[in-house]
């Protein structure tokens, strides 16, 4: 799909993105804009170097693409100067080869906080309160009435909620987990949450002042300690040799039986064969995934586990944040290509 053929600077898309607005931004900036219409999910190597092809001055990519060496020397090669993924996380691709390739990348921040956020929420409220499993047992015919024992779950109110990686996202999660269900918090983060503590701490005022229970935080000195303490869990470290596997076996055997794990960073941050034999071991213990260590597949026996709840990597996926992702990926390409093309600086 072509726009603005006889435009000046080529840009590539590997994919249709939502809204119409980055793609104003494009051909309004003398982009002729070439989007790939390929249906296969996920481009190989290959079928990106074909979309480079011999002229190519800045490219939308996304988290599914491997961006290394090959394809940032070809795209250098082309006349490229910008690389933009959709996504703000970018483990997908090597910055370090882009850099020696004179390619600048940019990444989506900012427009996705919230909708993560809400949705790492949305697996907490599901795993401890059991809703895909009570919603399975409605649909299979199973419901007799009434029992006192039907799907008893966790309350969160008053539990304390762990952070690790208490950066936007994880920092987003904890005000809506205390402020929505008063919890108490424990994070642990390489750097100090202010904002967040402070907020935590009027919070806490608040409540006490209208004669209810203040929640409390802490900012932990190690993992264990969080992993150790906290009832519900929640992962947003980024991805990378420190935080591969960082859940393991032992991190989970010091885990309370009956905490709650949810993870809507990264799929390799979790040992997903280690977290299935916990599951197995510890009916009690749940979890909510919305990555996976081999995406798009589960480890084997995920899929057969009553206590996890899964979901395809769908964290941003509210309208508003992919048409914003779209069009910050636009502007990255603009902001790169413009600046080395033309001298100017956008920002
Ligand atoms: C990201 O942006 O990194 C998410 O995984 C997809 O929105």
Redesign the pocket.
Known sequence: EVWNPSGKYRVVSTKSMPGARWIRLLTDNDCRLEICTDPKTILSVDDILALIGDRCDGIIGQ?TEDWGEVLFSALKRAGGTAFSNM???YNNVDVEAANRNGIAVGN?PGV?TETTAELAASLTLSAARRIVEADQFMRAGLYEGWLPHLFVGNLLKGQTVGVIGAGRIGSAYARMMIEGFKMNLIYYDLYQATRLEKFVTAYGQFLKANGEQPVTWKRAATMEDVLREADVISLHPVLDKTTYHLINPERLAIMKKEAVLVNASRGPVIDELALVEHLKANPMFRVGLDVFEDEPYMKPGLADMKNAVVVP?I??ASKWTREG?ATLAALNVLACHLQSFRGQQLI
Do not use: N, Q
Request: no cysteine; hydrophobic share 60%; net charge neutral.
């Open positions: 988290l996504a703000v996380g989506t996705l990597h964290a941003s992702m």
